[in-house]
């Protein structure tokens, strides 16, 4: 359903709108970047569409897993595959067949695929050009799938796919070195750097560059691959339309002792007659600032209860677009910024919950780790959210107060350089799946190549294993315990950790577990252990009393998404045909272990029975990221059965 206008360079590749978008703003500014950028369109869709067929096969959507088929390349006669596995996926309803080749089979029912994509029908192939040919089909299948959700997954393709293409051409006009750990090192910030090295998104969602909302020239400027300064605003807002949370000291304290010079710029916004006591500061995005601010908060700007101040101050993008960070030696807090721009798989506003949420849920976090002994060896923790500010305002009706208080929050994260030593170097952990252009090798290899140099004596396998399991046990160490003692789950998924690396030796010193947004607790559970609830947000959907939805979000984040996507990178890396295996077992073994800590344990043994049968079940849940889009459920999950890969014998516990 994409457009089929504006040719490329003939007729068998056209441009979509977001495409030419796109190309018309690189031409007006770089002829080169332009040339790169139709040079890698047929790639940055089979990106998108590689992403969308795994998706069908995975989730099992419109019957994908159940009508597919795995097969040589040489049992099918007239193919253009001519090498390795295909993956055959037949649809019933227009009784054609998408074929694919297969670059790696993974626990979890994955199976990873590249371009370039045909139509079989009889003995006929047809070259697919875009991931809505493919998104067409599905719906034709399942008419239940079409509707208005399923229109907006169509244009969140087409807008995926162009920011995909516009992604990887600038990286390859912008080449790194031949190792990306040495690129990482040589840089002013190396934990900046390894955000803006994250240039393909979310390595299973279909819309991973979705950046709808902005104009090219806006997502070149604003977005973290293309590494430009941001300079974001500073306003006042008057206390009776603002909320403010703060925990071991006052909000406005702890806010203008984090820049220098904001109190005095502050002052000087004021007017004699009016008093700072009366105002809170809040920080807002630069593109939320000239397209929101002055249109739907236009009357507290003229009744000055919103002040802008004369500051501003230079951050970056990191990958996750509205968290923002200062480059070192700026060591000022990361900020959590609304924007209303559709992002992945949603508008990235904030919640009210996020900004009076997160830092309860730090202070929380912050006593476990002090109290429980258990975290005092643990190589892991969490990055502390120590303040947070929305507007409110509340002579609107619900549903206006709810938008205008979700288009203006700040959130402030403490900047993790304060838990990274000398010699030590942090990632966010998505880099580490992030693969050099020059030679296709992820970051996580170029670490464990550093680990075998430091340690000879051990031959291929045994490096990596030890290396991985140092990686797995710190977090897991974290992870677990919170979830069977106290019933939080964290969402320690890629993008929300960060693995700080030994620069010596390329192993892992420690884990920080940072957003706790999207976090689950059993409230239930939180309060046996001691802490409670009351004071959260009333509109709290991480508070539940499933606990289901708890060790869910667990699971998936940490050992599903987070490991899940780390051994796949390293079994593609190192052919060996246990390897995998070998790298689960250590998963296996080490939450196996903790269980053994806690029934010896004051902890409920009924409970810890039952969260054991399902982490060492055969099957497990898993989330289909695709289907909820079809489906239009951001915040209410859908999931299906896979292979579990810890499944193991369970032993009896009395």
Same mark, same amino acid.
Request: some cysteine.
């Given at each position: 359903?994409?457009?089929?206008?504006?040719?490329?360079?003939?007729?068998?590749?056209?441009?979509?709108?977001?495409?030419?978008?796109?190309?018309?703003?690189?031409?007006?500014?770089?002829?080169?970047?332009?040339?790169?950028?139709?040079?890698?369109? !047929?790639?940055?869709?089979?990106?998108?569409?590689?992403?969308?067929?795994?998706?069908?096969?995975?989730?099992?959507?419109?019957?994908?897993?159940?009508?597919?088929?795995?097969?040589?390349?040489?049992?099918?006669?007239?193919?253009?595959?001519?090498?390795?596995?295909?993956?055959?996926?037949?649809?019933?309803?227009?009784?054609?067949?998408?074929?694919? #080749?297969?670059?790696?089979?993974?626990?979890?029912?994955?199976?990873?695929?590249?371009?370039?994509?045909?139509?079989?029908?009889?003995?006929?192939?047809?070259?697919?050009?875009?991931?809505?040919?493919?998104?067409?089909?599905?719906?034709?299948?399942?008419?239940?799938?079409?509707?208005?959700?399923?229109?907006?997954?169509?244009?969140?393709?087409?807008?995926?796919?162009?920011?995909?293409?516009?992604?990887?051409?600038?990286?390859?006009?912008?080449?790194?070195?031949?190792?990306?750990?040495? %690129?990482?090192? =040589?840089?002013?910030?190396? %934990?900046?750097?390894?955000?803006?090295?994250?240039?393909?998104?979310?390595?299973?969602?279909?819309?991973?560059?979705?950046?709808?909302?902005?104009?090219? *020239?806006?997502?070149?400027?604003?977005? =973290?691959?293309?590494?430009?300064?941001?300079?974001?605003?500073?306003?006042?807002?008057?206390?009776?339309?603002?909320?403010? #949370?703060?925990?071991?000291?006052?909000?406005?304290?702890?806010?203008? &002792?984090?820049?220098?010079?904001? +109190?005095?710029?502050?002052?000087?916004?004021?007017?004699?007659?009016?008093?700072?006591?009366?105002?809170?500061?809040?920080?807002?995005?630069?593109?939320?600032?000239? @397209?929101?601010?002055?249109?739907? %908060?236009? *009357?507290?700007?003229?009744?000055?209860?919103?002040?802008?101040?004369?500051?501003?101050?230079?951050?970056?993008?990191?990958?996750?677009?509205?968290?923002?960070?200062?480059? +070192?030696?700026?060591?000022?807090?990361?900020?959590?910024?609304?924007?209303?721009? @559709?992002?992945?798989?949603?508008?990235?506003?904030?919640?009210?919950?996020?900004?009076?949420?997160? /830092?309860?849920?730090?202070?929380?976090?912050?006593?476990?780790?002090?109290?429980?002994?258990?975290?005092?060896?643990?190589?892991?923790?969490?990055?502390?959210?120590?303040?947070?500010?929305?507007?409110?305002?509340?002579?609107? &009706?619900?549903?206006?107060?709810?938008?205008?208080?979700? #288009?203006?929050?700040?959130?402030?994260?403490?900047?993790?350089?304060?838990?990274?030593?000398?010699?030590?170097?942090?990632?966010?952990?998505?880099?580490?799946?992030?693969?050099?252009?020059?030679?296709?090798? /992820?970051?996580?290899?170029?670490?464990?190549?550093?680990?075998?140099? !430091?340690?000879?004596?051990?031959?291929?396998?045994?490096?990596?294993?030890?290396?991985?399991?140092?990686?797995?046990?710190?977090?897991?160490?974290?992870?677990? /315990?919170?979830?069977?003692?106290?019933?939080?789950?964290?969402?320690?998924?890629?993008? *929300?950790?960060?693995?700080?690396?030994?620069?010596? *030796?390329?192993?892992?010193?420690?884990?920080?577990?940072?957003?706790?947004?999207?976090?689950?607790?059993?409230?239930?559970?939180?309060?046996?252990?001691?802490?409670?609830?009351?004071?959260?947000?009333?509109?709290?959907?991480?508070?539940?009393?499933? #606990?289901?939805?708890?060790?869910?979000?667990?699971?998936?984040?940490?050992?599903?998404?987070?490991?899940?996507?780390?051994?796949?990178?390293?079994?593609?890396?190192?052919?060996?045909?246990?390897?995998?295996?070998?790298?689960?077992? !250590?998963?296996?073994?080490?939450?196996?272990?903790?269980?053994?800590?806690?029934?010896?344990?004051?902890?409920?043994?009924?409970?810890?029975?039952?969260?054991?049968?399902?982490?060492?079940?055969?099957?497990? &849940?898993?989330?289909?990221?695709?289907?909820?889009?079809?489906?239009?459920?951001?915040?209410?999950?859908?999931?299906?059965?896979?292979?579990?890969?810890?499944?193991?014998?369970?032993?009896?516990?009395?």
């Amino acid at each position: 359903m994409y457009s089929k206008e504006n040719v490329l360079k003939d007729d068998l590749i056209k441009l979509t709108k977001d495409e030419k978008e796109c190309y018309d703003t690189l031409i007006e500014q770089n002829e080169e970047w332009a040339n790169a950028f139709l040079n890698h369109v !047929q790639i940055g869709r089979d990106k998108i569409t590689a992403r969308l067929v795994s998706s069908i096969y995975r989730e099992n959507l419109v019957q994908g897993f159940d009508h597919a088929r795995i097969m040589g390349a040489h049992q099918m006669t007239h193919s253009p595959i001519h090498s390795g596995e295909v993956l055959t996926i037949h649809f019933t309803y227009t009784d054609q067949t998408i074929c694919t #080749q297969i670059t790696g089979r993974h626990a979890f029912n994955r199976i990873d695929v590249q371009g370039p994509f045909y139509w079989k029908k009889g003995n006929a192939y047809e070259r697919i050009a875009h991931p809505n040919d493919v998104l067409d089909i599905i719906i034709q299948e399942d008419k239940a799938l079409g509707g208005e959700a399923a229109e907006q997954f169509q244009d969140d393709l087409e807008n995926s796919a162009a920011h995909m293409i516009m992604a990887m051409s600038y990286q390859q006009l912008n080449r790194r070195p031949h190792s990306l750990i040495e %690129y990482i090192e =040589s840089q002013a910030d190396p %934990y900046l750097t390894s955000e803006q090295l994250v240039t393909e998104g979310h390595p299973l969602h279909p819309g991973a560059k979705l950046r709808k909302g902005m104009t090219t *020239n806006e997502t070149i400027q604003y977005a =973290s691959e293309y590494g430009h300064p941001i300079e974001l605003k500073f306003i006042l807002v008057h206390q009776d339309i603002v909320r403010v #949370q703060g925990v071991h000291q006052a909000y406005s304290n702890t806010v203008f &002792d984090m820049f220098q010079g904001l +109190l005095e710029s502050a002052e000087q916004a004021l007017t004699d007659k009016e008093n700072l006591d009366d105002y809170q500061v809040m920080i807002v995005h630069p593109w939320q600032y000239h @397209h929101v601010m002055h249109k739907d %908060y236009s *009357n507290a700007l003229a009744s000055r209860r919103i002040i802008p101040i004369d500051l501003t101050r230079t951050y970056y993008a990191g990958l996750s677009f509205r968290t923002l960070m200062p480059e +070192l030696p700026d060591v000022s807090p990361h900020i959590k910024l609304s924007t209303n721009v @559709h992002i992945t798989g949603e508008i990235r506003t904030l919640s009210e919950q996020t900004t009076h949420n997160g /830092p309860l849920v730090s202070h929380i976090l912050d006593d476990i780790v002090y109290q429980d002994c258990w975290f005092d060896t643990v190589a892991a923790t969490h990055v502390s959210e120590v303040a947070g500010a929305h507007f409110y305002e509340p002579q609107a &009706d619900k549903d206006e107060q709810e938008r205008l208080s979700e #288009q203006l929050g700040t959130l402030y994260r403490k900047n993790i350089y304060h838990y990274v030593d000398q010699d030590e170097l942090p990632f966010i952990a998505s880099s580490l799946v992030a693969s050099n252009i020059k030679t296709q090798t /992820p970051l996580v290899i170029d670490l464990i190549q550093r680990f075998m140099q !430091q340690h000879t004596d051990l031959d291929e396998i045994e490096a990596i294993c030890q290396w991985f399991n140092t990686y797995a046990t710190a977090l897991i160490d974290f992870v677990v /315990p919170l979830l069977v003692k106290y019933g939080i789950g964290l969402e320690a998924h890629l993008q *929300n950790t960060i693995a700080v690396i030994d620069q010596n *030796n390329g192993s892992l010193k420690k884990m920080l577990v940072r957003d706790f947004e999207g976090l689950r607790i059993d409230t239930a559970q939180l309060e046996k252990a001691g802490y409670t609830t009351k004071a959260f947000h009333e509109k709290s959907r991480i508070l539940t009393d499933s #606990q289901t939805s708890v060790f869910n979000k667990a699971f998936y984040s940490t050992v599903q998404n987070h490991l899940g996507e780390l051994v796949a990178a390293i079994v593609k890396h190192y052919v060996h045909p246990d390897l995998e295996q070998l790298l689960w077992n !250590q998963v296996s073994a080490r939450i196996k272990a903790l269980f053994t800590v806690f029934y010896d344990s004051s902890l409920d043994p009924s409970r810890i029975k039952e969260i054991e049968r399902v982490f060492f079940s055969e099957t497990i &849940d898993y989330k289909c990221v695709t289907t909820m889009r079809l489906l239009d459920e951001a915040h209410e999950y859908t999931y299906i059965k896979v292979q579990n890969p810890l499944q193991m014998t369970m032993q009896t516990n009395d």
